[in-house]
């Protein structure tokens, strides 16, 4: 099993930005590919960015492509999310997961494994 941890939510203004860090301890990060999801109150959890575990292939929402960039440290054990451009709306929980090993990084069904969560608020 592997565990996930997300770090770096907070508050900020509309325009502005934040990184988000998740370190995975466990298992070898090298062998998952790792995604970022977020629920918003009232909403459904969707699937926001995705990254295979080589790091060559990425997926966006269209509601974050342009703003938000996912990229991996296999090195160090995190992923990251930085987010530009924040607006209200991206206000929600934000979590990093990991899918099954082998699993396409696109099929949401595919993600077993969780962190906690972290909280981004965008407000002015």
């Known amino acids: 099993q592997v565990q996930l941890e997300e770090s770096g939510g907070g508050s900020v203004q509309p325009g502005g930005s934040l990184i988000l860090s998740c370190v995975v301890s466990?298992?070898?990060?090298?062998?998952?590919?790792m995604g970022w999801f977020r629920q918003a109150p009232g909403k459904e959890r969707e699937l926001i960015a995705a990254i295979t575990w080589t790091g060559l292939s990425t997926y966006y929402a269209d509601s974050v492509k342009g703003r938000f960039t996912i990229s991996r440290d296999n090195a160090k054990s995190t992923g990251f999310l930085q987010m530009n451009s924040l607006k209200p709306e991206d206000t929600a929980v934000y979590s990093c997961?990991?899918?099954?090993?082998?699993?396409?990084?696109?099929?949401?069904?595919?993600?077993?494994?969780w962190g906690q969560g972290t909280q981004v608020t965008v407000s002015s």
């Open positions: 466990g298992r070898p990060f090298g062998n998952y590919a």
């Open positions: 997961a990991a899918p099954s090993i082998g699993s396409n990084y696109r099929d949401v069904n595919a993600y077993n494994n």
